[in-house]
Structures are given as C-alpha cells and as structure tokens.
C-alpha cells in the first residue's frame, strides 16, 4: 500500500519533467523580444535597420534615429516621402545584397538610384546610415554598384520610392531588383548641372535655388572696357527728289470749215450761164499731240547699316523671363518663332561682340554665344 507523500509525488513527476523545457522556452522568448525594434546605436550615430526577413513585417518598424556629425557636417535624419537629391556614390566594401547606406533616410527605406553619367537607374534598399568617413550622398554595396555600372565618385540621383511587394521581397532576399526605366539625355543635361562641389543637393521646388522658384535678385555685373569703334559707316545717300510730271500740251484750236460762198443768181431773163462755184478749200487738219515723257524711275531706298555681331545669353519661352534676363545684362528682346531671344548688341566688330560676350558670362549666362547677321 503507497504512502500519501507516494501519491504526491507521482502527480507531481510530470510537471517536474516540463519544468526545464518551459524555462528554456521562456528564456529563448524572452531573448527574442529584447531584441525586437531595438536597433543599435553605435558612438558615431550608427543606425542599423531591423533584421532582414522575407516578410512584409521585415520593413517595420521604421527608424529614423537622432542628429549626429560626419567631420565637420551635421546629419538629422526625418521621414521625407517626396526626397530627390543629387550628388556623388561611394562603395561600401563590406556591404551584402543590393543595399545602400544614407544619412539622412530612415531604415529602412527604398531609392532609385540613377547614374547621370549613363542614365541607368536601379533599386535599393537603405539600411545602414553612411558613410561615416565622408559626406557623399550615398554608400552602395559592391553588388549594387556593379548593377548600376558605376564606381566610386559617380554623379547619381538618389530618389525614394515606393516599390510593389514582390520588388521588396527580392531585396530583403539578398537579390537584385529589375532595373527601373532609363533617364532620357536631355533630363540628365539638366541633372548635372545641379550638381553640387560635394555632399548632396536637393531638387525639390521650395529648396532649389532655381529662376522659376525663386526670384532671381539683380546683382551688380563687372564690366569691360570696350575701345570705341574705328570702322567707318558711309552714310546712304541722300534720295533725289521725283521729278515733276509733264503738263499735259494745250490743244490746237481747230478753225471751223469755210462754208462756200453762193454765187449771185443772174438776173431773170439772163442767157449766160451761172459761174461755176469755186471749189472749197480742203479742211485744215490739226497736228498731232507731242507724247509727254515717261518719269524716270524712283530710286530704291537705303538700306539701314546695321552691326555685324550680337551677343545672345539665352532664349526663353516665356517672355516675362526673358525680360527680366533683359534688363538684368542691358540688353533687348527680340521674337524668333515661339521663343524669345535676349540679345545685346549689335556691334561693328568682334572685339566688341567678345568684350560684351565676357559681361555676359560673367553674369551666369554660361551658354552665351556670339552670332552674326540678325
């Protein structure tokens, strides 16, 4: 016969036996979920994305992270949707996948990155701030720098975006992303020109310091000394006056025709024959008009001496810019088509043309070219 205490210890015996199981479970969870959304900061202001999973769940939470220095510039990072920045790459060596790291966006977040030298455009995934040894705009890994075909130093445009879920699920698989369309030339002219001496700069609207965002402020031009002209300008002659139309000739007065005269009847009872009427004097005939002479023709009119060299900075399609370029360098608008040229000018010889050539590109108007004619 068992015991009370035998009876215990025998409902008691399968507990006892999950007792380690549960608290190494507890222990396991308990580690999992003190790791969870705490990304780590390192002494630089390193921020490092959650870890990689091919889940939806993978790209949550999003971080964002406290300002912090690069050399002598500071970074403060915020959740910008609409953020289109150029600037120049550099590698990050020991990156995986097709990732990049940034200063500024959170982790992790999705860009296009475009080559302005190529147009080619890929996706990444941000997930590291960077780089921490210097102030390019963004730090790719090996492979994503290879899909782009560009290598350290590369003018790019760093766009966010928002890609389909199965283009995400490839990057946080550690696999390349289909490549995006190709940036047209004529949009990459315009890019490079954006580009900043280092760091990074913005394209949007309200930061852009562009002439159609923001009001351009005359500043004062330095100017050349131009050597007064030498050549010489013969002056038109002068019109001669039209001469006087001929009066037409009086007309001839034309006499009246002579009527014969009736000769006197003999007197009744007369035998002689009546003289023979005398025969009339043939009609005088009045002489032909003199023609007047045809006016000499009228001379063609001078032609206005023009110069042979103008200066044009730019043309515009919009004629209150071009204007506003007008009086800013003196000089005038004139309409080509549907465009607006702004010209100085004209001068009589290219030393003038390339003396006002230099004010002009002085003033920012790079392009300015020297043309001849109108």
């Given at each position: 016969?068992?015991?009370?205490?035998?009876?215990?210890?025998?409902?008691?015996?399968?507990?006892?036996a999950?007792?380690?199981?549960?608290?190494?479970?507890?222990?396991?969870l308990?580690?999992?979920?003190?790791?969870?959304?705490q990304?780590?900061?390192?002494?630089?202001?390193?921020?490092?994305?959650?870890?990689r999973?091919?889940?939806?769940?993978?790209?949550?939470?999003?971080?964002?992270?406290?300002?912090?220095?690069v050399?002598?510039?500071?970074?403060?990072?915020?959740?910008?949707?609409?953020?289109?920045?150029?600037?120049?790459?550099?590698?990050?060596?020991?990156?995986?996948?097709?990732?990049?790291?940034?200063?500024?966006?959170?982790?992790p977040?999705?860009?296009?990155?475009?080559a302005?030298?190529?147009?080619?455009?890929?996706l990444?995934?941000v997930?590291?701030?960077?780089?921490?040894?210097?102030?390019?705009?963004?730090?790719?890994?090996?492979?994503?720098?290879?899909?782009?075909?560009?290598?350290?130093?590369?003018?790019?445009?760093?766009?966010?975006?928002?890609?389909?879920?199965?283009?995400?699920?490839?990057?946080?698989?550690?696999?390349?992303?289909?490549?995006?369309m190709?940036?047209p030339?004529?949009?990459?002219?315009?890019?490079?020109?954006?580009l900043?001496?280092?760091?990074?700069?913005?394209?949007?609207?309200?930061?852009?310091?562009?002439?159609?965002?923001?009001?351009?402020?005359?500043?004062?031009?330095?100017?050349?000394?131009?050597?007064?002209?030498?050549?010489?300008?013969?002056?038109?002659?002068?019109p001669?006056?039209?001469?006087?139309?001929?009066?037409?000739?009086?007309?001839?007065?034309?006499?009246?025709?002579?009527?014969?005269?009736?000769?006197?009847?003999?007197?009744?009872?007369?035998?002689?024959?009546?003289?023979?009427?005398?025969?009339?004097?043939?009609?005088?005939?009045?002489?032909?008009?003199?023609?007047?002479?045809?006016?000499?023709?009228?001379?063609?009119?001078?032609?206005?001496v023009?110069?042979?060299?103008?200066?044009?900075?730019a043309?515009?399609?919009?004629?209150?810019?071009?204007?506003?370029?007008?009086?800013?360098?003196?000089?005038?608008?004139?309409?080509?088509?549907?465009?607006?040229?702004?010209?100085?000018?004209?001068f009589?010889?290219?030393?003038?043309?390339?003396?006002?050539?230099?004010?002009?590109?002085?003033?920012?108007?790079?392009?300015?070219?020297?043309?001849?004619?109108?």
């Amino acid at each position: 016969m068992r015991s009370p205490d035998e009876f215990r210890f025998a409902r008691l015996a399968p507990r006892i036996a999950r007792a380690p199981l549960t608290l190494s479970l507890g222990l396991a969870l308990a580690a999992c979920g003190g790791g969870a959304g705490q990304p780590g900061l390192s002494s630089a202001g390193d921020v490092t994305a959650p870890a990689r999973s091919n889940g939806p769940i993978a790209d949550f939470p999003v971080v964002v992270g406290a300002p912090y220095t690069v050399g002598n510039t500071e970074y403060e990072p915020a959740d910008v949707l609409n953020y289109d920045h150029v600037g120049y790459a550099t590698i990050d060596a020991g990156a995986m996948g097709y990732t990049g790291a940034h200063h500024t966006l959170p982790l992790p977040s999705y860009v296009e990155v475009t080559a302005l030298d190529t147009g080619r455009t890929i996706l990444v995934r941000v997930e590291r701030r960077g780089p921490m040894t210097s102030n390019h705009l963004v730090a790719l890994s090996p492979a994503a720098m290879a899909q782009l075909g560009a290598s350290s130093e590369t003018p790019v445009r760093v766009r966010r975006a928002v890609p389909p879920e199965d283009q995400r699920f490839l990057l946080r698989a550690g696999q390349a992303a289909p490549l995006r369309m190709d940036t047209p030339p004529s949009l990459l002219t315009v890019l490079r020109r954006r580009l900043p001496e280092d760091g990074g700069a913005s394209l949007r609207a309200e930061n852009a310091a562009s002439p159609a965002a923001t009001p351009r402020v005359p500043q004062p031009i330095p100017t050349v000394e131009i050597a007064p002209s030498t050549a010489q300008q013969t002056p038109a002659p002068a019109p001669a006056p039209a001469p006087a139309p001929a009066p037409a000739p009086a007309p001839m007065p034309v006499p009246a025709p002579r009527v014969a005269d009736v000769p006197a009847l003999p007197p009744l009872g007369s035998s002689s024959p009546a003289p023979a009427p005398a025969p009339a004097p043939a009609a005088t005939t009045a002489p032909a008009a003199t023609p007047a002479p045809a006016p000499a023709p009228a001379p063609a009119p001078a032609t206005a001496v023009t110069g042979g060299f103008v200066v044009q900075a730019a043309a515009f399609a919009d004629r209150s810019r071009a204007d506003r370029v007008a009086r800013d360098i003196g000089g005038q608008v004139t309409q080509a088509g549907r465009f607006y040229r702004v010209r100085t000018g004209p001068f009589a010889t290219r030393g003038e043309a390339e003396a006002s050539l230099a004010n002009v590109q002085r003033a920012g108007y790079s392009d300015a070219r020297i043309f001849t004619g109108d």
